[in-house]
């Protein structure tokens, strides 16, 4: 069965850094582009970061340019998203999604990619 399972989530303080993993199991994750999407309460859910199947391009969102960065192992079936330098507004579930581009993440329709894990909770807080 196809599975993405997102990791490292926690409780950090602001300024602090969290390294989220997600890892995909029943497909090989090295054909799909991989994007991170996060959710706030009472928010929609964003396009936060992806990194492309082809060319290894990467997009942010604005508000996590320069502090977030994305990247893929391919034999690990996994991609990363390390989060640096973190404020309270960055709290959220953050979701991992695969699709054949980035255009759902870039355009924020989520609804377009294929598989979906379930999120993990990023709170940060003092």
């Known amino acids: 069965q196809v599975q993405l399972v997102e990791s490292g989530g926690g409780l950090v303080q602001p300024g602090g850094s969290l390294r989220l993993s997600c890892a995909a199991s029943?497909?090989?994750?090295?054909?799909?582009?991989i994007g991170w999407f996060r959710q706030a309460p009472g928010m929609e859910r964003d396009g936060v970061s992806c990194?492309?199947?082809?060319?290894?391009?990467?997009y942010y969102a604005d508000a996590v340019k320069g502090r977030f960065s994305i990247s893929r192992d391919n034999a690990k079936n996994t991609v990363y998203l390390q989060m640096n330098s973190l404020k309270p507004e960055d709290t959220a579930v953050y979701y991992c999604?695969?699709?054949?581009?980035?255009?759902?993440?870039?355009?924020?329709?989520?609804?377009?990619?294929?598989?979906w894990g379930n999120g993990t909770l990023v709170t940060v807080s003092s």
């Open positions: 999604a695969a699709d054949w581009s980035c255009d759902g993440v870039q355009a924020n329709t989520a609804y377009v990619m294929n598989y």
């Open positions: 029943g497909f090989s994750m090295g054909y799909y582009a």
């Open positions: 990194i492309s199947s082809s060319d290894g391009s990467t």
